[in-house]
């Protein structure tokens, strides 16, 4: 049975030259197991910019909300925004710009695939965790008055939840194996 994150996995014999190039490749001993990793660390990779790209979607939908409230003239709501909004700003830089398993081929600090595909299931969570800050940047952006610094609250603690999901995935990513 493949492996789940198995790039091959799902996927038809190979007909093109590239296929049958890595197919080949993938039978002399060491390198197999190497382009395994470098198509993990790419999956890996592509899934953290879909979680920020997703985080873009609660920042669009903050500052709209931001513009609005300030033509109203509306100050300690525009505070309130604009504190949660830094705050997704800042979670998402990290996630954009964290470890993807490995530095490269020469790093001291090697990622099996084992910890990979573990690190890989833990961004598909922060994926889940998008999902709700972009959920609840929603239900801010959608509130009156007074239900706008209760459901800012909410969503700061949604942030709170994603960044200490992040803390969680660079643990993972340095632990002694």
Do not use: C, W
């Not at 790039?7 to 049958?20: R, Y």
């Not at 390198?31 to 790419?42: M, P, T």
């Not at 669009?60 to 504190?83: F, Y």
């Not at 706008?148 to 992040?166: G, M, S, W, Y």
């Amino acid at each position: 049975m493949p492996e789940p994150l198995d790039p091959m996995a799902g996927q038809e014999q190979p007909t093109g030259l590239a296929d049958k190039l890595t197919n080949l490749a993938r039978k002399i001993p060491g390198y197999g197991g190497y382009i395994d990793r470098e198509a993990r660390r790419d999956a890996d990779k592509q899934l953290r910019l879909r979680v920020a790209e997703h985080l873009g979607e609660a920042i669009s939908q903050l500052q709209a909300l931001s513009e609005r409230l300030s033509r109203q003239m509306k100050l300690d709501d525009i505070g309130t925004v604009d504190r949660a909004l830094n705050r997704i700003r800042a979670v998402q830089a990290k996630v954009e710009h964290a470890d993807y398993g490995s530095a490269g081929i020469f790093s001291l600090v090697k990622i099996d695939a084992e910890r990979l595909g573990a690190i890989y299931d833990h961004d598909l969570e922060l994926l889940e965790l998008a999902d709700a800050v972009v959920r609840q940047s929603h239900t801010v952006a959608m509130a009156e008055n007074e239900g706008i610094q209760a459901q800012a609250d909410t969503l700061e603690a949604r942030v709170k939840e994603f960044e200490n999901h992040l803390v969680a995935r660079e643990h993972i990513m340095t632990s002694a194996e």
